[in-house]
Antibody
């Protein structure tokens, strides 16, 4: 069964850049799927951030677009998220997930999540 | 404020059937499939229902989904203690060009 694992700093200073990587194991980043990031602030619901295809083509939540970079490295079987100019409101558990885009747009495999706290 | 509206909580006794609603609009549920996710305490979400009414391999038949117009429902029959979790609906929103989630419903087994 494919597995996804997030990694990155758990603490980021305000105005800094949040960087996370999702490693894919027991499978490959293939053209059949998109790969995405979803976050969950403490005690709150899920929020989609961005998704990327194996070619690097990406799309973003409009309110976050100016601060988000998402990329894919098929040679290393991983994809990454960068979020700039972070504030306390970016504190959340960040999940990476595999996305079957059409017809159902379902996130079918999820990583365990990485808690990122924005604080000085 | 979530684009998709869910009741904050639902409850039932073991063996009962409960239903969770998810209300949207023509931009999302009204024109796209609905997916449901189960999030057990302290864990990552898990895909429970996709394509409005389909179950991934391994999901018990006690879970079923339906959609009518701009609303969807998740039913849990034969409720069990291990079903205590947060449940989220989700869909693609063509107006926002975004994947949107409901606010979540916490299910308690009494």
């Amino acid at each position: 069964q494919m597995q996804l694992q997030e990694s990155g700093p758990g603490l980021v200073k305000p105005s800094g850049t949040l960087s996370l990587t999702c490693a894919v194991s027991n499978g490959s980043i293939t053209p059949n799927y998109y790969w995405g990031w979803v976050r969950q602030p403490p005690g709150k619901g899920l929020e989609w951030i961005a998704s990327v295809y194996s070619t690097g083509s990406a799309y973003f939540k409009s309110s976050l677009r100016s601060r988000v970079t998402i990329s894919v490295d098929t040679s290393r079987n991983q994809f990454s998220l960068q979020l700039t100019s972070v504030t306390a409101s970016d504190t959340a558990v960040y999940y990476c997930a595999r996305l079957k885009l059409r017809p159902n747009d379902a996130f079918d495999i999820w990583g365990q999540g990485a808690m990122v706290t924005v604080s000085s | 404020q979530s684009v998709l509206t869910q009741p904050p909580s639902a409850s039932g006794t073991p063996g009962q059937t409960i239903s969770i609603s998810c209300s949207g609009s023509s931009a999302n549920i009204g024109s796209n499939p609905v997916n449901w996710y189960q999030q057990l305490p302290g864990t990552a979400p898990k895909l429970l229902i996709y394509g409005s009414d389909r179950r991934p391999s391994g999901v018990p038949g006690r879970f079923s989904g339906s959609k009518s117009g701009a609303s969807a429902s998740l039913a849990i029959s034969g409720l069990r203690s291990e079903d205590e979790a947060e449940y989220y609906c989700a869909a693609w929103d063509g107006t926002l060009s975004a994947h949107v989630f409901g606010s979540g419903t916490k299910v308690t087994v009494l």
